[in-house]
């Protein structure tokens, strides 16, 4: 078959694009023809000191890609596939310290300290309190008098409050995480006219606030994860810095991720009604899942190659960027039957929304999926009549977050 036609100067990363839509179309031209393509940027356009990256979109090859880390590396130039162009090599470098962006072994050592804090007992533990949270935030919205958004009202509350359960800051305190994490990713949106800088100073808000934590756990040990992380003596332990990168990166994969799973799960239960009135009527264990695959909350993430190897049937140089198009595998129909639709009864759902299996597979699934499963009942008891007050939910303009900036709902008859 010959190879696709694409529109001169396309990329999948182009926040622009993924401004408006997730490119499925593309996509899926690439996995019939070229699974593995080399996509031409201009040189530096993506904050590296390069002239592209090859996308991958067929399901196979990111799980082979994701388990392959000796291979495919996230330390060499983050896992973030595209930053702002003329970004300076020491401020990706610096990135190199938060987890998502290591290798074994280093990667290894850090994820057992601190899965530690997302032990099926811990999660467990969570559970009625994150319930009574949960029916609380549906209550609290059904009770307002006309359209609201749901993602500031509903989708937001539950991610941030699990956090500060689990992590044990005050609840009071979770509109400084919202909005530091908020500024971190929203760069590319020019309707927050966020600068880089912007960014780089709400993370730095955010690795202060948990390394004075982890400074106060040390003097006065308490009972929460933030004691087990840092103050366990015979285990290891995280130092402060460690901390405070790890409590950055589970601002936002803790909380932009499934916030952005609930949103556009819930848009997909209004666009899909027989969907909806399934879940009320049955509430199906499969739906959490679904819901992930469906919205693919992180679009992409990049590895680069560490030796010249094959992929796809491409050869990819040593230092070639490779990025891994989640969106694209959770569509593939070699793996998923009807993939283009949303079904919370799939079973089996091998989606690679919490990532492409081996050493990064998401740390926080299991908290993740009990969040979607706890805010859907909540809703489906509390607002069962809730519709869209507008059609088309906002989007957030990203090179690499499938996000949704607004989603205006209503309870009110049509």
């Excluded at 998502?100 to 467990?124: C, K, S, W, Y």
């Excluded at 932009?256 to 909806?276: C, K, S, V």
Aim: hydrophobic share 40%.
């Amino acid at each position: 078959m010959p190879c696709p036609a694409l529109p001169d100067g396309f990329d999948f990363t182009d926040p622009d694009l993924l401004h408006h839509r997730v490119p499925l179309p593309e996509f899926a031209a690439l996995r019939r023809a070229e699974p593995v393509r080399w996509i031409p940027q201009p040189h530096g356009l993506a904050g590296f000191a390069d002239d592209g990256y090859w996308a991958v979109t067929r399901h196979a090859d990111v799980r082979y890609v994701s388990t392959h880390p000796e291979i495919f590396s996230s330390y060499l130039n983050t896992a973030i596939i595209r930053f702002k162009e003329g970004m300076d090599r020491a401020s990706i470098d610096a990135q190199r310290l938060i987890l998502l962006n290591m290798d074994p072994p280093e990667h290894t050592r850090v994820r057992q300290i601190v899965q530690r804090g997302f032990t099926p007992r811990a999660i467990r533990a969570l559970e009625d309190r994150l319930r009574a949270r949960a029916r609380s935030i549906a209550s609290a919205a059904g009770a307002r008098s006309g359209p609201f958004d749901f993602v500031t009202e509903v989708a937001c509350e539950l991610p941030l409050q699990a956090i500060a359960e689990l992590i044990g800051f005050p609840q009071e305190d979770r509109s400084k995480i919202f909005d530091w994490s908020n500024k971190m990713i929203a760069y590319d949106d020019p309707e927050y006219a966020i600068t880089a800088e912007v960014g780089a100073e709400s993370a730095a808000e955010i690795i202060s606030y948990a390394m004075n934590m982890a400074a106060e756990r040390k003097r006065c040990p308490a009972h929460d994860i933030v004691t087990t992380l840092v103050a366990a003596e015979d285990e290891g332990n995280l130092n402060s810095d460690e901390f405070g990168f790890f409590v950055l990166m589970l601002a936002v994969a803790g909380n932009e991720t499934t916030r952005n799973a609930i949103t556009h799960g819930m848009h997909a239960f209004l666009t899909h009604p027989e969907q909806w009135d399934l879940f009320k009527r049955e509430r199906p264990g499969t739906t959490a899942e679904e819901v992930v695959r469906w919205a693919t909350p992180v679009n992409s993430f990049q590895r680069t190659a560490t030796q010249d190897t094959e992929l796809g049937g491409q050869h990819i140089r040593k230092g070639d960027r490779v990025g891994l198009f989640y969106a694209s595998a959770n569509h593939d129909p070699e793996v998923f039957a009807s993939p283009d639709a949303f079904d919370i009864t799939r079973d089996p759902n091998p989606h690679l929304g919490f990532g492409g299996g081996g050493p990064h597979y998401c740390l926080g699934k299991s908290l993740a999926v009990l969040e979607i499963d706890l805010i859907f009942n909540a809703v489906a008891d509390t607002l069962p009549g809730l519709r869209l007050a507008d059609a088309d939910p906002r989007r957030l303009r990203s090179a690499w977050i499938n996000g949704v900036k607004e989603l205006q709902v209503t309870t009110a008859p049509a």
